[in-house]
């Protein structure tokens, strides 16, 4: 992972002036197209969330940083409300900062909230679960719109079906028939908190909030939903792959285009109140 910090001549022009601000950690929430990129992590050759971050620290201050975020989300994931952190030092004060290193971002992530936080937070070790949502599109055919947001099916779905299934797959259990390899992990259990299918008329979306995810977990459940709702897997299947650990009696892994990070739990409130900036509140109804 890339976190070595680099000297740049301006930073080391301002330790010989004497002018260096004490160094202070702060958190961000990021909201980025995971179409535009190939995932969070940082990798030689591509462009990714963390790298676009980085070097828009770099042409801001003059100096690379390392920023950390709360979850490694793959190539086409997309996110609500990513929590990253940084130690730095600026003169700048939160909500400067924020605005400025916006201005140095590419299209497709922003910085939404912004502030200093205790030296110890970790934006990844100090988050006590996450919450995502996987979205699908149930129209007859295939929307020209948004096709690198939600994932779609014309397939007919039994809903109550999938909700027996998601019931099923609430608590603590293993989950190694629910993820595909790619990352290491001394377990696989985990806790799913809550499974929520909320259907609308020509979509839904999965809500499932948990203590921690395996690799691929939640689209692998978005798969597995989805073929219950087709017919393909059966209720007794579900928990033959939750009892025996079969990657085979699991659903296929859904695409990543229909998933979204919406938020990170921390023991600790952050980002409390209301957005401000330096000519107030922005839209209609914030007070």
Not at 11 to 19: D, Y
Not at 41 to 49: I, L, P, S
Not at 193 to 221: C, K, P
Request: hydrophobic fraction near 40%.
């Amino acid at each position: 992972m890339h976190c070595g910090i680099v000297v740049r001549s301006g930073f080391a022009a301002r330790i010989l002036k004497g002018n260096l601000h004490p160094m202070r950690n702060v958190r961000m929430e990021v909201t980025y197209d995971g179409s535009q990129f190939f995932g969070w992590q940082r990798q030689d050759g591509f462009e990714t969330v963390q790298q676009a971050l980085e070097e828009g620290l770099v042409s801001l201050l003059g100096q690379s940083y390392c920023v950390q975020g709360a979850g490694r989300t793959d190539t086409g994931v997309h996110a609500l409300a990513q929590v990253a952190h940084c130690h730095l030092d600026t003169p700048l004060d939160d909500d400067r900062l924020r605005h400025a290193w916006n201005a140095h971002l590419m299209d497709g992530v922003v910085i939404n909230r912004l502030e200093t936080c205790p030296d110890d937070f970790h934006s990844r070790f100090s988050a006590r679960g996450k919450r995502y949502l996987y979205v699908t599109s149930t129209t007859r055919f295939r929307s020209p719109i948004g096709r690198a947001h939600s994932h779609w099916t014309n397939r007919p779905l039994d809903l109550g079906s999938m909700r027996q299934a998601a019931a099923l797959l609430v608590g603590r259990h293993d989950f190694v028939a629910f993820s595909n390899s790619g990352s290491p992990r001394s377990s696989t259990v985990r806790t799913v908190r809550s499974l929520h299918i909320l259907a609308r008329q020509n979509a839904f979306g999965l809500v499932v909030e948990g203590d921690g995810f395996l690799y691929n977990m939640v689209r692998t459940l978005a798969g597995t939903l989805l073929a219950v709702g087709r017919g393909r897997i059966g209720l007794e299947q579900v928990e033959r792959a939750l009892s025996d650990g079969n990657r085979l009696d699991a659903g296929p892994t859904a695409p990543a285009c229909g998933l979204y990070l919406l938020r990170v739990l921390y023991p600790e409130p952050i980002f409390v109140g209301r957005d401000r900036g330096v000519v107030g509140a922005p839209g209609l109804f914030q007070v």
